[in-house]
């Protein structure tokens, strides 16, 4: 399975932004990809996805706020995150899939996903 790299969390205040990016050492063309997040008594959310052909959707809460986009010949996705608040603060998660994505009680366990080790992101109020 494609291996996933996760980079650009961090902290900052509410109203902040970060942009997360996910990198894969594998081809990326053929499967969905998607956005995680998990605090540490939540469960693994479903934030956004992105399909092989370019359909988004976004969890509820960050639908206008945040911004996903993926580039293949880069084997890349990514997450931009605006006006963020502390009920963002998690850590997010890149996966891929070959087929719909669904959220979990803990990202990462599930093996018919290709799973990065994830990026903290925290929110001061």
């Known amino acids: 399975e494609a291996q996933l790299v996760e980079s650009g969390g961090g902290s900052v205040q509410a109203g902040g932004s970060l942009r997360l990016s996910c990198l894969a050492s594998?081809?990326?063309?053929?499967?969905?990809m998607g956005w995680y997040r998990q605090g540490p008594r939540n469960e693994c959310a479903l934030v956004a996805t992105?399909?092989?052909?370019?359909?988004?959707t976004y969890e509820e809460s960050v639908k206008g706020r945040f911004t996903i986009s993926r580039d293949d010949a880069k084997k890349a996705v990514f997450l931009q995150m605006n006006s963020l608040g502390p009920e963002d603060t998690a850590r997010y998660y890149c996966?891929?899939?070959?087929?719909?994505?669904?959220?979990?009680?803990?990202?990462?366990?599930?093996?018919?996903?290709?799973w990065g080790l994830g990026t903290q992101v925290s929110v001061s109020a």
């Open positions: 996966a891929a899939h070959r087929g719909p994505m669904y959220p979990f009680l803990r990202c990462g366990e599930d093996g018919t996903y290709s």
């Open positions: 992105i399909t092989n052909g370019g359909e988004i």
């Open positions: 594998g081809a990326i063309f053929d499967k969905d």
